[in-house]
């Protein structure tokens, strides 16, 4: 996503993504460069549905609202989550973490940290 860009999933969304499995962006679904500063983005998440997300959202400098009837996460082997803030109005949040039994490759970075290594993503 660009400097000021954002995502918002309306009420009649149906949302399912899975990361790609290979290439630069492996295993994150939505990315927002780190150096992005000034203006907060807000990205929403307002289905009635149950939402699929599979891989990394990783908008670091951004606020992830959600606002629903759904379910965000539901059915995915894995998301993970690095936000600025994430706020929950309305809905539920649900949060897997099966990553070896996933065909959805980890994010490198994620790897590392789930090894115990930090590594910063640019």
Known sequence: ????????????SHISFTAPGAGTY?????????TVTGTMTTNTFRSESTSVIQG????????IVIDCEGTVGASADYTVWVV???LIHW??????SNY??????????VV????????LIR
């Open 1 to 12: 996503m660009g400097q000021n860009a954002s995502f918002a999933f309306g009420s009649e």
């Open 26 to 34: 492996k295993g994150i679904v939505f990315f927002q460069s780190p």
């Open 56 to 63: 990394a959202v990783y908008t670091p400098n951004g606020d």
């Open 84 to 86: 600025k803030r994430l």
């Open 91 to 96: 809905g539920t949040l649900q949060v897997t």
């Open 100 to 109: 070896s039994g996933s065909p959805t490759p980890l994010p490198d970075p």
């Open 112 to 119: 590392a940290m789930v090894s115990g290594k930090a590594v």
